[in-house]
Nanobody, 119 residues
Framework: VPLVESGGGMVQPGGSLRLSCTASGFASKNYNMNWLRQSPGKAPEWLAWLDVSDTRTYYADSVRGRFTIWRDNAKNTVFLQMNSLKPEDSALYYC?????????????WGQGTQVTVST
């Protein structure tokens, strides 16, 4: 499995979680990486993008200012720090590798890690 997410769980509103996405079989530092989420009955929602040079990031309006994406190349892992969590952030979170041949398309994605924000 080329991408494995972890770090999900249950947290109260206002809390924080840090998600990890560990790559295997390739070096994630050579690719643009993304975080997305999907709630039951809804389409996947793109959340964050990190470019291959680690100098540019983009975020969805829904998470900008609360979520941060970055990577640790020594661990071959991409992270998503999530702060000020809201109940509407509850979803299955997964990371995806952007295809080098098709920008904004994904060629690998993980199984996801569940995040539940609730009292």
């Amino acid at each position: 499995v080329p991408l494995v997410e972890s770090g999900g769980g249950m947290v109260q509103p206002g809390g924080s979680l840090r998600l990890s996405c560990t790559a295997s079989g390739f070096a994630s530092k050579n690719y643009n990486m993304n975080w997305l989420r999907q709630s039951p009955g809804k389409a996947p929602e793109w959340l964050a993008w990190l470019d291959v040079s680690d100098t540019r990031t983009y975020y969805a309006d829904s998470v900008r200012g609360r979520f941060t994406i970055w990577r640790d190349n020594a661990k071959n892992t991409v992270f998503l720090q999530m702060n000020s969590l809201k109940p509407e952030d509850s979803a299955l979170y997964y990371c995806a590798r952007e295809s080098p041949r098709a920008p904004f398309e994904y060629d690998y994605w993980g199984q996801g890690t569940q995040v539940t924000v609730s009292t």
